[in-house]
């Protein structure tokens, strides 16, 4: 679609748009106008024949022709109102116009013409004239008001010839009127063309609006940073769903309209609000949300004053950011830099740790003493443990890391078993785990050291969360009704928000400021290295007396499952150290 000329540049382009809206017909507005038209020929027809109706009662003459011409328009209007379907007048001399202005044009002229000179209808021309010039094109228009003017030059001659006297006030009369129609004509085109332009780009324009109306609320709805629109007196006007979901759980936030002041944990909120309105500016600041059985939120507050006259009818825009995607964008950012700087620290590290194991060997052949030999083996198994981690943190980094072997085939239950009773032994956690698997032996193909990374992560993160009751930690060893291999660690922590569960696997993103956010996202990375797949859900555990709700991470493998003889173990195995 084409833009006016003075139309200032948009984004918006022709595929927004429904082609062909500049030739869009308007058939409301149209048969509007058409039918008003229709209506005043079938009044003024009703109301010619009431009149020569009179002149005939009180006429001495008794001349039925006016009458008869009166009555013969009057149907003539009335079965064009009722039968004829509106359409617009062609750009030509059609049967529309013939039936229509045609009709009038004759019918007013033979009036004129049965009356003698004392009676004038031709100001009765005007209605032919103006619903051409409207509802037909310039020539049509002028093509009806040459009509008009050359009947009456034709009438000021047929008086003249009669003998009505002298001849020029009747051509001047004619000139005279018939100019006027041309000026009536002319005039009332460019109205109604006018005015047809200016619908046009009226209609335009609440499309453009329509659409950018539609645009905005997507882009608003899909946004994740919260939006308000809030009173003087802290109604919520209006809100995003990232609006609603920061501001917490409550069942009321899916109603239209909701008060901040309702609930003390948006207290300061309502008083940024109330400085805002107080002083008419834009005001931000960093808030804490509490709410009963949750955690509490940090968000960063912004509002904004809509441009009104009348303060009193201002309303404040709030926009709400949380704190922890925040940190998790830059954290990010911080992450993708560090992979740029990966290879160069690499060579930097692996090369003094080279240095280091190689010294060490060389020096632990000439040790003799078991305190000397006892240091010596620290320094060579935390050297080597240095060198996975930095090969892992290298492999995470690499956007397009290099495929990896089949793993071997490992025996599920029995690498379970023992990193949990490993990680019993470093934590001091004697009673707060519990084991469960299921009986004979699951095989699956995964890195042993990458599987004992993967649990010790989730153990670590469980404990982090759980309480000290006995059992409070479980971890299980199963197989799907899909026939997929699986290991669960579980705990009755509280549950999480909806926001640091959406960010659960993202790199640095963590709910405590000394975390560094890397645990849970090293542990889907090496699930997705060798096939498995891990998630998070709310479950159910087993407590002491009645079943207790907690988080559940669950690994799923893709690999076969084996099952062989031997020695079933207990599906309550809590593991020793």
Known sequence: MKQPPDAAPSWFGPNLFEPGIEQADRPDEFNRIWHGFMTARVTLGLVLVLLQSVFFALSSTKDLGPLLICATYFIAALVVRLMVRPRPMGKTFDAQWFGTVGVDVVAFALLQMSQDTSINYAPLFALPVLMTSILGSMLLAMGAAASVTLFLFLYAGWVVLHGAGDAAPHFLQAALTGAGCFALSFLANQFATRMAHVELRAE???????????????????????????????????????????????????????????????????????????????????????????????????????????????????????????????????????????AAVAHEIRNPLAAIAQANALLDEDLTEPGHKQLSQMVQQNARRLERIVDEVLDIARTHHEEQGVADAIRLNELVMQTCRDWQAQTGSKNLLCLSQAEGATEVRFEPEHLRRVLINLLDNARRYASQNPNAIQVSVGQNPGGRAFVSVWSDGQPMDKSVERHLFEPFFSSESRSSGLGLYICRELCERHGATIIHQRNTGHGNDSPVDGNEFLVSFHGFVTREGGPALSQKDSPQP
Do not use: Y
């Open 204 to 342: 335009r324009n609440q499309l453009a609006a329509d659409v950018q109306r539609q645009v905005n609320e997507l882009v608003v709805e899909s946004l994740s940073d919260g939006i308000m629109v809030i009173d003087r007196t802290g109604t919520v006007r209006s809100a995003n769903p990232a609006a609603r979901r920061l501001l917490g759980p409550e069942r009321f936030l899916d109603a239209e309209f909701f008060n901040l002041r309702s609930k003390p944990g948006w207290q300061s909120l309502v008083a940024l609000m109330k400085l805002s309105f107080d002083k008419l500016t834009s005001q931000q600041a960093e808030v804490i949300l509490r709410h009963s059985g949750q955690g509490p939120r940090r968000l960063r507050a912004q509002t904004q004053m809509t441009s009104i006259n009348n303060a009193n009818d201002a309303l404040c825009v709030l926009f709400l950011q949380d704190q922890r995607e925040m940190e998790a964008r830059v954290r990010t950012e911080k992450l993708a830099s560090m992979g740029r700087m990966s």
